[in-house]
């Protein structure tokens, strides 16, 4: 029996209640109170470093140009990925892992886990972290919800399968189907600045139809930004902050002490 349902039965809790305790942590969604006050889950590290991370892949049309683009580059990223989109194409997920880049859970399939219960965001995460996990032998450790948006089931989801939650600081906007390669540089440039998250797509399959090409687009130019500013780009397990001067708190990992 659940915890929600002894609540329940005592009497002990109401269902608007239990509602409200369910989507509390959703005010997490707002990029600008979330960067203000909740800088480890906008993943926000080491002032001299930026972590690029890509959310909805891997796919097999797109993910590629990504990862030649970061090769040239000599760069290594974070990807997101979605369960069901791994199982379609394992050879890749291998080959990101075996190039460096540090894979993590998008889910398993991209839908809001605010329409989730405990025990179905649970199953969610459980089954991405498993499948992920076994294409590269190596237990994923960070996730990212679908549309950002966290919920108290989520947490405990995390808590139990040994995942960290890391949401963004700057992104592209560049699902749109009005984005060019100019506007998804611009929206990033807008809040890019040492210790920033980039959240990027290197796949459309939530996203408008050729979108990737955008991202693409606009990615030679963000990392030339970053690099003009003494910026190391990399990913997200490099970005833990070396200094208790650069968060203004004791120097730690930003994956640390995330979930309650």
């Not at 970005?239 to 001067?245: A, D, G, M, N, Q």
Request: hydrophobic share 40%; aromatic share 6%; glycine share 10%.
């Amino acid at each position: 029996m659940t915890t929600a349902r002894t609540l329940l039965r005592a009497g002990a809790v109401t269902l608007p209640a239990l509602a409200a305790l369910h989507a509390a942590p959703v005010i997490s969604t707002f990029g600008p109170l979330r960067n203000r006050l909740m800088p480890r889950l906008s993943g926000r590290g080491r002032s001299g470093h930026v972590a690029l991370t890509f959310d909805d892949g891997p796919d097999h049309l797109s993910t590629p140009h990504f990862l030649r683009l970061l090769e040239t580059r000599e760069l290594r990223a974070t990807f997101f990925l979605l369960g069901s989109m791994a199982v379609r194409s394992p050879r890749l997920v291998k080959a990101m892992h075996g190039a460096g880049h540090e894979i993590a859970v998008h889910g398993w399939a991209h839908r809001p886990l605010l329409l989730r219960g405990p025990r179905a965001t649970y199953d969610d995460l459980a089954r991405a972290r498993d499948t992920i996990g076994g294409l590269t032998g190596t237990p994923p450790r960070l996730f990212r919800p679908p549309y950002g948006v966290m919920t108290t089931g989520t947490y405990l989801a995390c808590r139990h399968l040994g995942l960290t939650p890391v949401l963004w600081s700057a992104w592209g906007e560049d699902w749109r189907a009005r984005a060019t390669p100019d506007s998804v540089y611009d929206t990033v440039a807008r809040d890019l600045r040492g210790g920033a998250t980039i959240l990027l797509h290197d796949s459309d399959c939530t996203s408008a139809t050729g979108s990737w090409r955008n991202t693409l687009g606009a990615l030679p130019r963000i990392l030339d930004t970053c690099r003009e500013g003494g910026l190391r780009v990399g990913p997200l397990r490099d970005h833990t902050c070396t200094s208790p001067l650069e968060q203004g708190a004791p120097a730690r990992s930003f994956l640390q002490g995330v979930v309650p």
